[in-house]
Structure formats: structure tokens, C-alpha cells
């Protein structure tokens, strides 16, 4: 299951964002960070007794099941008043759900989180960066196994010179990306593709901010 992979902010942040707004209601998600333990109902729980204990009052909250579906707004819907009563909503999601309530709600939004990455939980309690959404992907020729977020330098054409035993030489228990690489395609035969010579990277695929227009 392919997650947004959240932290919370800093505290001393958080509490400069929540300048001047003294009456908040607080939104978390059931999805993403639930799993990743930044917004489902133990940490809106904690969050609300945290800001209690700071004096501010909190007008109510709520764990909606997706926070980035268009259907969030008809779920907040029935939290209407207390919302209403709030000078400001404190989204414990990542950031595309933020977004999604700012756009639905029209209320001055504090978001709780940063959202890092794309990930997936490789173990329990583990998540790992599986895309960066580059816009240029080789995948096709190394065998299903990205090198740009599984190499710790993106090295696109490898191995690097620090691999030592299969191993990477920034973190000696992770696996070298191109000896993962490697075998893979050795097992699919087509070891080949690793000769393949791959131009330096546009990290800049598509120009900012993206757009996708359907014919």
C-alpha cells in the first residue's frame, strides 16, 4: 500500500503558525497517517490535551476516513457548528489533504504535519521512499527497482565506487541499489540493460507546477 509518509512539525513552529488563533478544531485521517502514527485518533487525542495545556480551546474534532477525497467536505459537514466556532483548523494530514479541506472548507487551515515522501512499508513500523515522481522513469531497464530513491546518491548509472559486499557505503545495513539491481536482472536475464547508458538526469522532468490535460 503506497502511503504519503508525514512528521510532525516542530513545535516551535507550530506554535508561531498557531499565533493569534486561540479556538481550533482539529482534523486527522484514517488512512496514511494512521499508519505512520501522525493523525489518527491517539495523536488528535494528544494533540488536543497539548493544547489545552497551552490555553487554547479546542471546539471539537474528528478523524475523517480520507482526508484528500472530495467527499471530506460532506463528512466535516456535520461538524459544521463547531467549526464554525473555530478561528482556525489544525489538519494533522499530509499535505494534499490540507489542501483538499482549505479548498472545501474556506477557513484559515494549520497544518500539523510535513509530508517527506511516497513510501511503503517495507516492516513494521518501517516505511521507504519508492518514488519521487521525477517525470523520467528508467525503471523498464533496471529491472522494476528504482535507482533514483533506492541508491542513497540516485545514482542512475552504477554501482558507485564506496559498495562494499553488497552493501551501501553511506548506510553499511542497506543493500546497495545496484547490487540489488544487479541481481534482478541477472535473474530476468537481461543483465544487458545494465551496459545501457542512462544521460545525466533532468531533475527537473516537467516544468513546475505540473499539469495533465486529457485529449
Sequence with gaps: MIRSITQAKPEAELTR???GAERLFIIGCGTCVTLTQTGG?????SMSEQLAGKGKLVTGSVVVPVACDNLTGEILADHGA???QADALLIMTCAYGVQTIARQLGKMVVPALDTL???????PGQFDE??????????GETGGICPVTTCHKGMVNGPCGGTDKGKCEIDKRKDCA???IY???RELGRLDSMK???????HQGEPSPGKLELA
Aim: glycine share 4%; with cysteine; net charge positive.
Design 183 to 185: 541481481y534482478r536482472l
Design 17 to 19: 503558525l498557531l499565533k
Design 117 to 123: 515522501f511516497i513510501g511503503k512499508e517495507t516492516a
Design 196 to 202: 545501457q547508458y542512462q544521460k545525466p538526469r533532468n
Design 130 to 139: 519508492i518514488c519521487t515522481q521525477c517525470g523520467t522513469c528508467i525503471i
Design 178 to 180: 545496484w547490487t540489488l
Design 41 to 45: 485518533d491517539p495523536q488528535v487525542r
Design 82 to 84: 463547531h467549526i464554525r
